[in-house]
């Protein structure tokens, strides 16, 4: 139980464009998902919180106009990079809660993301 | 959340046990000790956790001393596939709809070997 998945898993994409990037809780109902981001060769940092039907929380530091999250349904949560550039070239992991009487977060496989 | 330290990197002998320290010396009552794992280029994935008492599943055992300043985890028996980085965090649990926020540090690899 309790397995999160990403989409894609993968994606190169030119400077200027915008890419999403879901994430599902396969067998449970996430009502908090959160998305992190890993630069090459350093630990994972938390970028936002989201909440389903109400506006993500976003971690000082981070530009939410830039990184727009939506948690429309209690099984998924989008990041969209919007106008991305190669600086944001990193690797991005969702994880969510499994219920409401634990704090115990499951994580997604990641999405390598490549901006050209 | 409180702070904690673990040793860069630690080699084991295929076979062996794997214990993994963490120091955690400002941790508070309302905090629980998690570890998880992340294996190259993938998400990290949750071992256990505990507050007080020793814990044990599937896939390891947690060992927090009597003071809660630091925690050991334990993988009994190792394999190649345990080859990771291992991350102690310290989270405070809030409940309900609410969440503890996990802080990553820089882990300890962990280099099973044959």
């Known amino acids: 139980g309790a397995v999160v998945s990403q989409h894609p898993s993968r994606v190169i994409c030119k400077s200027g464009t915008s890419v999403k990037i879901e994430c599902r809780s396969l067998?449970?109902?996430?009502?908090?998902m959160f998305w992190y981001r890993q630069f090459p060769k350093q630990s994972l940092m938390l970028m936002a919180t989201?909440?389903?039907?109400?506006?993500?929380?976003?971690e000082q530091g981070v530009e939410k106009d830039k990184f727009l999250i939506n948690h429309a349904s209690l099984t998924l949560s989008t990041l969209t990079v919007t106008s991305a550039h190669p600086e944001d070239s990193s690797f991005y992991i969702c994880?969510?809660?499994?219920?409401?009487?634990?704090?115990?977060?499951?994580f997604g496989p990641g999405t390598r993301l490549t901006v050209l | 959340d409180a702070k904690t330290t673990q040793p860069p990197s630690m080699d084991c002998a295929e076979g062996r046990a794997a214990n993994l320290p963490c120091n955690h010396s400002?941790?508070?009552?309302?905090?629980?000790v998690y570890w998880y794992r992340q294996i190259h280029s993938q998400g990290p994935q949750y071992i256990i956790h505990?507050?007080?008492n020793n814990e044990t599943n599937e896939m390891a055992s947690l060992i927090i001393t009597e003071d809660r300043k630091s925690s050991t985890l334990i993988l009994p028996h190792a394999t190649l596939r345990d080859t990771a980085v291992y991350y102690c965090?310290?989270?405070?649990?809030?409940?309900?709809?609410?969440?503890?926020?996990?802080?990553f540090g820089q882990g300890t690899i962990l280099t099973v070997h044959p």
């Open positions: 994880s969510a809660i499994a219920g409401l009487s634990t704090d115990t977060q499951y």
């Open positions: 067998d449970f109902q996430a009502t908090t």
């Open positions: 989201s909440n389903e039907g109400s506006k993500a929380t976003y």
């Open positions: 400002t941790i508070s009552g309302n905090e629980y």
């Open positions: 505990g507050l007080k």
């Open positions: 965090i310290v989270s405070r649990y809030a409940g309900g709809t609410s969440y503890g926020k996990l802080t």
